[in-house]
């Protein structure tokens, strides 16, 4: 029987802590560094970073359309394609996006495999608003 492939991921958690012990920044590492990328990517308005202006996710350009489904399904379209061209790591298995009129803004939701990993399903919930 052959042994599955395993892959280990890492990355600087953005609260640029230092780790108590070796005074090194501290990192995320494996399912968790992959969330963090993906919130960064979609939150990243595309032409933001210098010499990539493809890259990002371009979601607070919908925070100024109607908070409807009709917008919650342009947002989940935009997500698959912006995870699709530029996070080869994981597999999708579901995006959501729904609109919350209490709040405001959009509730959305992501579940996507690791690719590589004998890792479960990961899990990435987040509340779309605009920010005052």
Same mark, same amino acid.
């Not at 042994?3 to 600087?12: G, I, M, N, P, Y």
């Not at 990961?122 to 509340?127: G, N, R």
């Given at each position: 029987m052959a #042994?599955? *492939?395993?892959?280990? +991921? #890492?990355? *600087?958690n953005l609260s +640029? #802590?230092?780790?108590?012990?070796?005074d090194d920044l501290v990192v995320t590492?494996?399912?968790?560094?992959?969330k963090q990328a993906i919130l960064t990517l979609l939150?990243?308005?595309r032409g933001e970073r210098p010499f990539n202006?493809?890259?990002?996710?371009?979601l607070r350009s919908f925070l100024f359309e109607p908070l409807d489904f009709a917008t919650a399904a342009l947002i989940t379209s935009n997500i698959r394609e912006t995870l699709m061209r530029h996070e080869p790591r994981i597999r999708i298995l579901s995006i959501g996006a729904e609109p919350n009129f209490d709040e405001n803004g959009f509730e959305i939701?992501?579940?996507?495999d690791i690719i590589g990993t004998e890792l479960p399903n990961?899990?990435?919930?987040?509340?779309l608003t605009r920010t005052r």
């Open positions: #042994k599955a *492939l395993t892959q280990s +991921f #890492k990355d *600087l +640029f #802590k230092k780790h108590p012990v070796t590492k494996d399912a968790a560094a992959i939150l990243t308005d202006p493809d890259l990002g996710g371009g939701a992501l579940t996507f990961v899990s990435v919930d987040f509340f």
